[in-house]
């Protein structure tokens, strides 16, 4: 990113960020807004990758970069990979969204205890590979929490 900077700062003269101040705070608000845009951009891109990869099935859209969270370990013949997050989007279009992608081979549970709302989502493609889909919100919330989480039996 410093390269790209010092491109930046290359592209216009030297003198005209020497010069008055206005020409120095343009300078800066056109060099600070899209570098600040694409960092905070940047997370989201990077989280949607491994998700897909890692287990099989993308973040949803509206999730909230910062509060995605991987885990994964191994142990006693098997291995998992957890990706938690929560969106600012209601409950039902989250659910709506997992279904969609999942089909309908995958086994839906859904309970509404008045204060929580919980729906489950369990795709195994074989025994050996099990997808799970934990999605929750508090009644009345407008974002919703989200664990995706896959199981791989090791030979």
């Known amino acids: 990113m410093a390269c790209n900077l010092i491109r930046v700062l290359m592209m216009y003269r030297l003198t005209a960020f020497l010069g008055p101040a206005d020409n120095r705070i343009a300078l800066v ?27 099989g099935f993308p973040i949803h859209p509206k999730a909230i970069p910062s509060t995605i969270i991987r885990r994964s370990g191994e142990g006693e013949g098997t291995r998992w990979i957890q990706v938690s997050f929560t969106t600012n989007a209601p409950y039902k279009q989250v659910v709506r969204f997992y279904q969609e992608k999942v089909g309908r081979d995958a086994q839906i549970s859904q309970i509404d205890s008045g204060k929580l709302l919980n729906t489950l989502i369990l795709l195994s493609q074989n025994p050996a590979d099990q997808l799970n889909i934990n999605i929750s919100s508090e009644l009345g919330r407008k974002v919703t929490q989200v664990e995706l989480s896959r199981n791989f039996v090791r030979p």
């Open 29 to 55: 608000r056109r060099m600070v807004v899209p570098l600040a845009l694409a960092l905070s951009v940047l997370p989201l891109f990077t989280s949607q990758a491994f998700a897909q990869d890692d287990v």
